[in-house]
């Protein structure tokens, strides 16, 4: 059973916005550090959005600052990231991550780190951003 589902990926022009949403039927994600991850063919995991539970800190890659928001519902039990401003290298497939609960992290960048160890995966949703 998938523990982390991902939606609201699609196909978008440049400039566009979209809301990808990153719920979960059986984990708490409120007492949990969530990663928003992309991937392009041929390139590297990339971290582009991270938030911390304990205090709501967030933590932005430099290529996705400005024009990507990360937000919890706890009430929903999601995490959401808002992005706009879609430019075409923003194409890729994303994926959210969910940390052990309660784990406590320091450095926010860290939780961004391409290999940072989460304990739960999406299966990612596509966002393609083309003419």
């Known amino acids: 059973q998938l523990q982390l589902v991902e939606s609201g990926g699609g196909l978008v022009q440049p400039g566009g916005s979209l809301k990808l949403s990153c719920t979960a039927a059986?984990?708490?994600?409120?007492?949990?550090?969530i990663g928003w991850f992309r991937q392009a063919p041929g390139k590297e995991r990339e971290g582009v959005s991270c938030s911390r539970f304990r205090d709501g800190a967030t933590y932005y890659a430099d290529s996705v600052k400005g024009r990507f928001t990360i937000s919890r519902d706890n009430a929903k039990n999601t995490v959401t990231l808002q992005i706009d401003s879609l430019k075409p290298e923003d194409t890729a497939t994303y994926y959210c991550?969910?940390?052990?609960?309660?784990?406590?992290?320091?450095?926010?960048?860290?939780?961004?780190?391409?290999?940072?160890?989460?304990?739960?995966w999406g299966q990612g949703t596509q966002v393609t951003v083309s003419t």
């Open positions: 059986l984990l708490n994600l409120e007492n949990r550090n």
């Open positions: 991550a969910a940390d052990a609960p309660f784990k406590i992290i320091s450095q926010m960048q860290a939780l961004c780190a391409p290999r940072y160890e989460y304990d739960y």
